[in-house]
C-alpha cells in the first residue's frame, strides 16, 4: 500500500499560462469539435466566453504532463474558494479529456491515469486545507501511546486505487488513522479538545462534502464511502487496531478483493506501512487460495442477478459494459482471481491495476498470452465504450442510452457506422471475454452418478457393499481397497471434519474412485489397493486445508494427474503428502521449461530481496521453489521425457542454483559484514560434483574464502553455519537438503570454513589418498567465481601428480578403503545391493577415482569432471583399460543408475534389487577390478 500514485502527474510543471496557443500539429479546431458529441462538454464551453480558449490549450498537452496546482492556482486568483476553484480544474479537465479522447489525442492509458491524478491532486489539497482548520478549532490529534502527530490517512479504493479512473465515476474512500488520543488542544486561545476518532470523523465529513455537495460549478467527485470496516453502518473513520481487529474478526470474501486495490493517497509513511502489514495477510494468503474462487464466483452471481433484475424491469436499459455478462467486471475479476490465489506467494501479483496484473499472468505463464492480449483488447474496446457513454452527458452510468439519436452518437464516438457495427463489436468482445471467464469460474459438475446408487458415506459400514463397488469399477483387490477407505474415512482425522469440507472430500472419492481403477488398468504396474491407499494420505493430509480440496474440485483434470503420478511412484507420493502446495504444479503443462534456471535464478533473487529481514519467509520461499521445480522434474520423468543422466544434470543444476541464492542472502544476514558481496565459495564433492544428484541425495560440500581482512574467518565461518541451516531447517514448506561437510580438511576436526591457501597446503601436504579420490568429483558449486577458478587449479594440480611411482601404495588405499566400506555396508539379504555389493557402483566410482590419479600426470584430460561413464569410456580409448571392459562396465553403471532410480521412485531406502535384474553387470565390474587391482587382494 504506496501512498505514491501511480498515475501521479509529472513533475515537471505546465506551462506557466494554459492559454498558451495550439501547437500548429494539433489544430485548435479538432478537440473542440470532438469535444461538441458531449452535451455536457457543450454546455460547458457555451456558458464563458474563455472557455474555449482553455479547452484549446490544455488539450493541446498530453494530459499526464498537467500541473494541476497551476490550473488551481489561476481559479483562485479570481477570488473563488477552494471548493469553486476545484469544481472548475475538473470540468475543464474532463471536458479536455473529451475533446482529446474523441480527437484520437489520447488512449485509454492517458485518459484513466489524469483523471485518477487529477482525483490524488484534489483529496491531497483539500486534506492539507481542511487539517489545517481542524488544527487551528481544536489543536493537533497525538497518538495515546506513541505521542505523534496523527494524519489521516485516505485509502483510495476500486479504479482510483488501481491507477484507472473512469472519466465519471464516484470514488470508493477509506478514511484510517493511526492511532486513538485526544487533540493537544489550547483552552485559553479557545480551541476544543476532540478525541482522535470525533477528530477525523469531523474532517472525514467536510472532505466528503468539500468534494461531492453540488454547488454552482457542480461537484468534484461523487464519494462512496460503503467499503469502510461494517460499510454504511460503521463508523467514518477507523483506527488502526479498528482495522485490525475487523479483518481478523469479520472481514469477509468479497472485502478481500476489495481491498487488493487499496491505495493510500495520504498520510505518512511508517503509518502506511503499518497499515499495509495489518491489510496484506487478510487479502493474500501465506498458501495457494484456491477457494477464492468459488468466493468470487458466487459474487458475481449475485451481481450477475442484480443486473438482469434490472433488465426485467427496464429493458431499454440493457447492454451494461461493465455488469453484464463479459463486461468490465469479469475481467476484473479474471485477473483478480490469481492475485488472490497467489498473491500470497509472488508479491509482483499485489499489482493494483486490472491491465498490468493480466500482463504479468501471462509473464507468469498463468494465462496464454495470446489469451491476455484479447483480454486486454476487450478490456480497452470496454472501458472506452463505457467512457463514451459518460461523456454524453457526464453521468455515472454503464449501459448504452436508450434513445436512438444517442446509441448512433455513442456509435460514431466509438467508429462505428451505424449502432448495429457496435452492437456487432460489443457482442464479439463480450463473448470472448464471458468464455474465458466460464473456463476458471463455470461450477464444476460432479461425475454423473447413479440416482439410485447408495452415497459412499452410507456404505462405510458394509465392508461387502463397499468392495462389490470397487469390484465392479475393476479393482482386482477390491477387499483391500474397501476396507482402507472404510478406516480412513471412519478414522478421527476425517470423521471430525466440518460437514462443508467431509461433503467436499466424499465428491472428491466418488470421482476419485473409478479414476484409479482405469489409471492402474492402462499403466499395468502398481495396484489398485496401493494407489488409492496412496491417495487417501494426501487426501487426510489436506483434508483441513479447504484451499487444496478446492483446487482438486475446480480443476478436475489436476485430481488426474495426481492420481496417475501416485500410481508411477511412492516416493512421488509422499513428496506430494508431505509438500501438497504442489499440487498446483499439476494445473497445467508448465513444466516443459523444467529446465531453464534462469527465470528461476532471477525470481529467486526478487522475491528473497523483497522478503529481506523477514528469514523464516526467506527459507519458504527457497523450498517452495526447489519443491515446485523438482516437482515438474518429476512430471516429466515419469512421464518417460529425461533419462537418468539427463534429470541428474538438471537436479543439479537446481541444487547449484539454491546453492547460490542461499549464500548470496545468507550473507546479507551475517552482522557486521564487511563487504556487499561475500569472497566465500562453496565447493561441491560427491553426487552434487560429479553431477549424479538424485531426488533425495544430501549435498557434500565444503566452503572456501580468500579475503585478508582481519574479521573475514569467523564472519566466514558464520556464514557457512547460516547456510547449513538455511539448507536443513525444517519450516512449514519442508527441508532443502542435508549438508555433510565430513569431506573438508581435517574432517570433522577441522575448521568449518578453510582459506584457499590453507586448502592447498593442506591437499598438497596432508590429506589423504581417500581425499584425493574424492577431489575427482570435486567442483565450484555457488559462490565468488575467482575462488571458483583457484580451486579448479589446484584440484587439477593435485590430480596430475605423479604417482607411477607409488602405484602399489596407490592401489593399497584404494582397496583398503573399499574394504572398509563394504564391512561396514553387509548386506544380509537376497539381494543385490547397487552400490555397495562387490561389483556395484561403489566398485565402479573407485575403479574411475584410481586411473584418474594413477595416469592423471601423463593423460591431464582425465581430470575433466565428465562423469563416471565418460570418464571410463575414455580410458579405454587411452589404452588405459581395455576398450571392451570400459564400454562393458559403463553400460552396467548406467544400468544400475536407473535400477537405483526406478527403486527410490518407488520409495524404497535401500537401494537393494533382485539379482536377476543386474545380470551379468556384476561380473563386467569385477572383471576390470580385477584388471585393475590384480596385485591386490579385491
Same mark, same amino acid.
Given at each position: 500500500?504506496?501512498?505514491?500514485?501511480?498515475?501521479?502527474?509529472?513533475?515537471?510543471?505546465?506551462?506557466?499560462? $494554459?492559454?498558451?496557443?495550439?501547437?500548429?500539429?494539433?489544430?485548435?479546431?479538432?478537440?473542440?469539435?470532438?469535444?461538441?458529441?458531449?452535451?455536457?462538454?457543450?454546455?460547458?464551453?457555451?456558458?464563458?466566453?474563455?472557455?474555449?480558449?482553455?479547452?484549446?490549450?490544455?488539450?493541446?498537452?498530453?494530459?499526464?504532463?498537467? &500541473?494541476?496546482?497551476?490550473?488551481?492556482?489561476?481559479?483562485?486568483?479570481?477570488?473563488?474558494?477552494?471548493?469553486?476553484?476545484?469544481?472548475?480544474?475538473?470540468?475543464?479537465?474532463?471536458?479536455?479529456?473529451?475533446?482529446?479522447?474523441?480527437?484520437?489525442?489520447? &488512449?485509454?492509458?492517458?485518459?484513466?491515469?489524469?483523471?485518477?491524478?487529477? *482525483? &490524488?491532486?484534489?483529496?491531497?489539497?483539500?486534506?492539507?486545507?481542511?487539517?489545517? /482548520?481542524?488544527?487551528?478549532?481544536?489543536?493537533?490529534?497525538?497518538?495515546?501511546?506513541?505521542?505523534?502527530?496523527?494524519?489521516?490517512?485516505?485509502?483510495?479504493?476500486?479504479?482510483?486505487?488501481?491507477?484507472?479512473?473512469?472519466?465519471?465515476?464516484?470514488?470508493?474512500?477509506?478514511?484510517?488513522?493511526?492511532?486513538?488520543?485526544?487533540?493537544?488542544?489550547?483552552?485559553?486561545?479557545?480551541?476544543?479538545?476532540?478525541?482522535?476518532?470525533?477528530?477525523?470523523?469531523?474532517?472525514?465529513?467536510?472532505?466528503?462534502?468539500?468534494?461531492?455537495?453540488?454547488?454552482? &460549478?457542480?461537484?468534484?467527485?461523487?464519494?462512496?464511502?460503503?467499503?469502510?470496516?461494517?460499510?454504511?453502518?460503521?463508523?467514518?473513520?477507523?483506527?488502526?487496531?479498528?482495522?485490525?481487529? @475487523?479483518?481478523?474478526?469479520?472481514?469477509?470474501?468479497?472485502?478481500?478483493?476489495?481491498?487488493?486495490?487499496?491505495?493510500?493517497?495520504?498520510?505518512?509513511?511508517?503509518?502506511?506501512?503499518?497499515?499495509?502489514?495489518?491489510?496484506?495477510?487478510? $487479502?493474500?494468503?501465506?498458501?495457494?487460495?484456491?477457494?477464492?474462487?468459488?468466493?468470487?464466483?458466487?459474487?458475481?452471481?449475485?451481481?450477475?442477478?442484480? $443486473?438482469?433484475?434490472?433488465?426485467?424491469?427496464?429493458?431499454?436499459?440493457?447492454?451494461?459494459?461493465?455488469?453484464?455478462?463479459?463486461?468490465?467486471?469479469?475481467?476484473?475479476?479474471?485477473?483478480?482471481?490469481?492475485?488472490?490465489?497467489?498473491?500470497?506467494?509472488?508479491?509482483?501479483?499485489?499489482?493494483?491495476?486490472?491491465?498490468?496484473?493480466?500482463?504479468?499472468?501471462?509473464?507468469?505463464?498463468?494465462?496464454?498470452?495470446?489469451?491476455?492480449?484479447?483480454?486486454?483488447?476487450?478490456?480497452?474496446?470496454?472501458?472506452?465504450?463505457?467512457?463514451?457513454?459518460?461523456?454524453?452527458?457526464?453521468?455515472?452510468?454503464?449501459?448504452?442510452?436508450?434513445?436512438?439519436?444517442?446509441?448512433?452518437?455513442?456509435?460514431?464516438?466509438?467508429?462505428?457506422?451505424?449502432?448495429?457495427?457496435?452492437?456487432?463489436?460489443?457482442?464479439?468482445?463480450?463473448?470472448?471475454?464471458?468464455?474465458?471467464?466460464?473456463?476458471?469460474?463455470?461450477?464444476?459438475?460432479?461425475?454423473?452418478?447413479?440416482?439410485?446408487?447408495?452415497?459412499?458415506?452410507?456404505?462405510?459400514?458394509?465392508?461387502?457393499?463397499?468392495?462389490?463397488?470397487?469390484?465392479?469399477?475393476?479393482?482386482?483387490?477390491?477387499?483391500?481397497?474397501?476396507?482402507?477407505?472404510?478406516?480412513?474415512?471412519?478414522?478421527?482425522?476425517?470423521?471430525?471434519?466440518?460437514?462443508?469440507?467431509?461433503?467436499?472430500?466424499?465428491?472428491?472419492?466418488?470421482?476419485?474412485?473409478?479414476?484409479?481403477?482405469?489409471?492402474?488398468?492402462?499403466?499395468?504396474?502398481?495396484?489398485?489397493?496401493?494407489?488409492?491407499?496412496?491417495?487417501?494420505?494426501?487426501?487426510?493430509?489436506?483434508?483441513?486445508?479447504?484451499?487444496?480440496?478446492?483446487?482438486?474440485?475446480?480443476?478436475?483434470?489436476?485430481?488426474?494427474?495426481?492420481?496417475?503420478?501416485?500410481?508411477?511412484?511412492?516416493?512421488?507420493?509422499?513428496?506430494?503428502?508431505?509438500?501438497?502446495?504442489?499440487?498446483?504444479?499439476?494445473?497445467?503443462?508448465?513444466?516443459?521449461?523444467?529446465?531453464?534456471?534462469?527465470?528461476?535464478?532471477?525470481?529467486?533473487? /526478487?522475491?528473497?530481496?523483497?522478503?529481506?529481514?523477514?528469514?523464516?519467509?526467506?527459507?519458504?520461499?527457497?523450498?517452495?521453489?526447489?519443491?515446485?521445480?523438482?516437482?515438474?522434474?518429476?512430471?516429466?520423468?515419469?512421464?518417460?521425457?529425461?533419462?537418468?543422466?539427463?534429470?541428474?544434470?538438471?537436479?543439479?543444476?537446481?541444487?547449484?542454483?539454491?546453492?547460490?541464492?542461499?549464500?548470496?542472502?545468507?550473507?546479507?544476514?551475517?552482522?557486521?559484514?564487511?563487504?556487499?558481496?561475500?569472497?566465500?565459495?562453496?565447493?561441491?564433492?560427491?553426487?552434487?560434483?560429479?553431477?549424479?544428484?538424485?531426488?533425495?541425495?544430501?549435498?557434500?560440500?565444503?566452503?572456501?574464502?580468500?579475503?585478508?581482512?582481519?574479521?573475514?574467518?569467523?564472519?566466514?565461518?558464520?556464514?557457512?553455519?547460516?547456510?547449513?541451516?538455511?539448507?536443513?531447517?525444517?519450516?512449514?514448506?519442508?527441508?532443502?537438503?542435508?549438508?555433510?561437510?565430513?569431506?573438508?580438511?581435517?574432517?570433522?576436526?577441522?575448521?568449518?570454513?578453510?582459506? $584457499?591457501?590453507?586448502?592447498?597446503? @593442506?591437499?598438497?601436504? *596432508?590429506?589423504?589418498?581417500? /581425499?584425493?579420490?574424492?577431489?575427482?568429483?570435486?567442483?565450484?558449486?555457488?559462490?565468488?567465481?575467482?575462488?571458483?577458478?583457484?580451486?579448479?587449479?589446484?584440484?587439477?594440480?593435485?590430480?596430475?601428480?605423479?604417482?607411477?611411482?607409488?602405484?602399489?601404495?596407490?592401489?593399497?588405499?584404494?582397496?583398503?578403503?573399499?574394504?572398509?566400506?563394504?564391512?561396514?555396508?553387509?548386506?544380509?539379504?537376497?539381494?543385490?545391493?547397487?552400490?555397495?555389493?562387490?561389483?556395484?557402483?561403489?566398485?565402479? /566410482?573407485?575403479?574411475?577415482?584410481?586411473?584418474?590419479?594413477?595416469?592423471?600426470?601423463?593423460?591431464?584430460?582425465?581430470?575433466?569432471?565428465?562423469?563416471?561413464?565418460?570418464?571410463?569410456?575414455?580410458?579405454?580409448?587411452?589404452?588405459?583399460?581395455?576398450?571392451?571392459?570400459?564400454?562393458?562396465?559403463?553400460?552396467?553403471?548406467?544400468?544400475?543408475?536407473?535400477?537405483?532410480?526406478?527403486?527410490?521412485?518407488?520409495?524404497?531406502?535401500?537401494?537393494?534389487?533382485?539379482?536377476?535384474?543386474?545380470?551379468?553387470?556384476?561380473?563386467?565390474?569385477?572383471?576390470?577390478?580385477?584388471?585393475?587391482?590384480?596385485?591386490?587382494?579385491?
Amino acid at each position: 500500500m504506496t501512498p505514491a500514485s501511480p498515475a501521479a502527474p509529472a513533475s515537471s510543471p505546465a506551462p506557466a499560462s $494554459v492559454q498558451a496557443s495550439v501547437p500548429a500539429s494539433v489544430p485548435a479546431s479538432v478537440p473542440l469539435q470532438a469535444a461538441a458529441a458531449s452535451r455536457f462538454a457543450q454546455r460547458w464551453l457555451d456558458a464563458a466566453p474563455e472557455r474555449p480558449a482553455q479547452l484549446a490549450a490544455l488539450s493541446a498537452l498530453s494530459l499526464g504532463g498537467v &500541473d494541476f496546482r497551476v490550473l488551481l492556482d489561476r481559479e483562485l486568483s479570481l477570488g473563488l474558494p477552494l471548493e469553486r476553484a476545484m469544481r472548475r480544474v475538473r470540468n475543464l479537465l474532463v471536458s479536455s479529456i473529451i475533446g482529446r479522447d474523441l480527437a484520437g489525442l489520447a &488512449d485509454l492509458d492517458e485518459v484513466v491515469a489524469a483523471m485518477t491524478a487529477f *482525483a &490524488d491532486f484534489a483529496i491531497r489539497t483539500h486534506v492539507d486545507t481542511l487539517m489545517g /482548520e481542524m488544527v487551528a478549532a481544536h489543536g493537533m490529534p497525538l497518538g495515546e501511546e506513541s505521542g505523534r502527530p496523527q494524519q489521516l490517512m485516505v485509502l483510495a479504493m476500486g479504479k482510483q486505487g488501481g491507477g484507472e479512473l473512469n472519466v465519471s465515476s464516484d470514488i470508493d474512500l477509506i478514511f484510517v488513522y493511526p492511532e486513538d488520543g485526544e487533540t493537544a488542544a489550547q483552552l485559553d486561545l479557545g480551541q476544543r479538545q476532540l478525541s482522535n476518532h470525533e477528530f477525523f470523523v469531523r474532517l472525514g465529513r467536510r472532505l466528503n462534502t468539500a468534494l461531492s455537495e453540488v454547488i454552482e &460549478d457542480g461537484f468534484t467527485f461523487r464519494v462512496d464511502m460503503a467499503l469502510r470496516p461494517n460499510g454504511k453502518s460503521g463508523p467514518l473513520a477507523a483506527s488502526l487496531n479498528m482495522v485490525e481487529e @475487523y479483518l481478523i474478526v469479520q472481514g469477509r470474501e468479497w472485502e478481500r478483493y476489495a481491498w487488493v486495490k487499496a491505495r493510500a493517497v495520504t498520510g505518512e509513511l511508517d503509518d502506511i506501512a503499518a497499515l499495509d502489514a495489518i491489510v496484506r495477510p487478510f $487479502v493474500f494468503r501465506r498458501y495457494l487460495d484456491f477457494g477464492v474462487i468459488d468466493a468470487i464466483r458466487n459474487m458475481h452471481a449475485q451481481i450477475r442477478a442484480e $443486473v438482469k433484475r434490472q433488465e426485467r424491469q427496464h429493458p431499454e436499459r440493457s447492454h451494461n459494459v461493465k455488469l453484464g455478462r463479459g463486461g468490465i467486471r469479469e475481467i476484473e475479476f479474471l485477473a483478480q482471481v490469481f492475485q488472490l490465489i497467489r498473491g500470497g506467494r509472488d508479491p509482483a501479483l499485489r499489482e493494483k491495476s486490472t491491465r498490468k496484473t493480466l500482463r504479468l499472468l501471462a509473464e507468469r505463464e498463468l494465462l496464454a498470452p495470446d489469451t491476455v492480449e484479447q483480454l486486454l483488447e476487450a478490456y480497452t474496446f470496454l472501458r472506452n465504450l463505457e467512457h463514451r457513454v459518460q461523456y454524453l452527458e457526464d453521468a455515472q452510468t454503464h449501459t448504452l442510452p436508450t434513445g436512438e439519436a444517442d446509441r448512433l452518437a455513442v456509435a460514431r464516438m466509438m467508429g462505428c457506422a451505424d449502432e448495429a457495427a457496435l452492437l456487432a463489436q460489443l457482442e464479439r468482445q463480450r463473448t470472448f471475454v464471458a468464455q474465458q471467464f466460464d473456463a476458471i469460474f463455470a461450477d464444476k459438475e460432479t461425475p454423473e452418478q447413479d440416482p439410485d446408487a447408495p452415497a459412499l458415506d452410507d456404505e462405510l459400514d458394509n465392508l461387502d457393499a463397499l468392495a462389490a463397488r470397487l469390484a465392479q469399477l475393476g479393482f482386482d483387490d477390491a477387499r483391500a481397497g474397501a476396507a482402507r477407505l472404510a478406516a480412513t474415512l471412519q478414522g478421527p482425522r476425517l470423521a471430525s471434519l466440518p460437514d462443508a469440507s467431509r461433503a467436499r472430500l466424499t465428491t472428491l472419492l466418488e470421482s476419485a474412485l473409478p479414476q484409479v481403477a482405469t489409471v492402474v488398468g492402462e499403466a499395468g504396474i502398481g495396484s489398485h489397493a496401493a494407489t488409492l491407499g496412496r491417495l487417501l494420505d494426501l487426501f487426510e493430509a489436506i483434508a483441513r486445508r479447504s484451499a487444496y480440496l478446492a483446487l482438486l474440485t475446480e480443476y478436475p483434470h489436476t485430481l488426474e494427474r495426481v492420481i496417475r503420478m501416485i500410481n508411477a511412484s511412492g516416493w512421488a507420493a509422499t513428496f506430494l503428502t508431505q509438500h501438497p502446495i504442489l499440487l498446483d504444479e499439476l494445473l497445467d503443462d508448465r513444466n516443459e521449461g523444467a529446465g531453464d534456471l534462469s527465470q528461476l535464478a532471477r525470481l529467486l533473487d /526478487e522475491h528473497l530481496s523483497e522478503a529481506q529481514g523477514d528469514t523464516e519467509r526467506q527459507l519458504d520461499i527457497l523450498r517452495e521453489a526447489h519443491h515446485a521445480q523438482l516437482f515438474r522434474l518429476l512430471a516429466l520423468d515419469l512421464a518417460g521425457e529425461l533419462s537418468v543422466e539427463r534429470l541428474a544434470d538438471h537436479l543439479s543444476a537446481l541444487a547449484d542454483t539454491i546453492v547460490g541464492a542461499s549464500v548470496k542472502h545468507a550473507w546479507n544476514t551475517v552482522a557486521n559484514r564487511h563487504r556487499d558481496a561475500p569472497r566465500f565459495a562453496v565447493i561441491a564433492y560427491g553426487k552434487l560434483g560429479g553431477k549424479e544428484l538424485g531426488y533425495v541425495s544430501d549435498l557434500d560440500v565444503i566452503f572456501l574464502f580468500e579475503d585478508d581482512d582481519q574479521d573475514a574467518p569467523p564472519l566466514y565461518a558464520k556464514l557457512a553455519q547460516r547456510f547449513i541451516t538455511w539448507m536443513t531447517a525444517h519450516t512449514a514448506a519442508g527441508i532443502l537438503f542435508d549438508v555433510d561437510t565430513a569431506l573438508r580438511p581435517d574432517g570433522a576436526s577441522g575448521m568449518l570454513v578453510s582459506s $584457499v591457501n590453507a586448502f592447498e597446503r @593442506y591437499q598438497n601436504g *596432508a590429506a589423504w589418498i581417500w /581425499e584425493h579420490q574424492a577431489l575427482t568429483r570435486a567442483r565450484f558449486c555457488a559462490g565468488e567465481p575467482t575462488i571458483g577458478a583457484r580451486f579448479e587449479a589446484i584440484r587439477e594440480q593435485v590430480l596430475r601428480k605423479d604417482r607411477s611411482q607409488q602405484e602399489a601404495q596407490l592401489k593399497d588405499e584404494v582397496t583398503g578403503m573399499r574394504k572398509r566400506m563394504r564391512e561396514a555396508n553387509v548386506n544380509r539379504s537376497a539381494q543385490f545391493d547397487l552400490k555397495q555389493d562387490p561389483g556395484g557402483m561403489i566398485d565402479i /566410482e573407485f575403479i574411475v577415482q584410481y586411473l584418474v590419479l594413477r595416469h592423471a600426470h601423463a593423460y591431464p584430460q582425465l581430470t575433466a569432471n565428465a562423469g563416471n561413464i565418460a570418464l571410463l569410456r575414455l580410458c579405454g580409448e587411452l589404452g588405459l583399460i581395455d576398450g571392451q571392459q570400459a564400454a562393458a562396465v559403463a553400460d552396467a553403471y548406467r544400468a544400475m543408475r536407473k535400477l537405483q532410480h526406478a527403486v527410490r521412485l518407488q520409495g524404497q531406502d535401500k537401494t537393494r534389487v533382485e539379482p536377476a535384474l543386474v545380470g551379468h553387470h556384476p561380473d563386467s565390474v569385477l572383471g576390470l577390478w580385477k584388471a585393475c587391482f590384480s596385485s591386490t587382494e579385491n
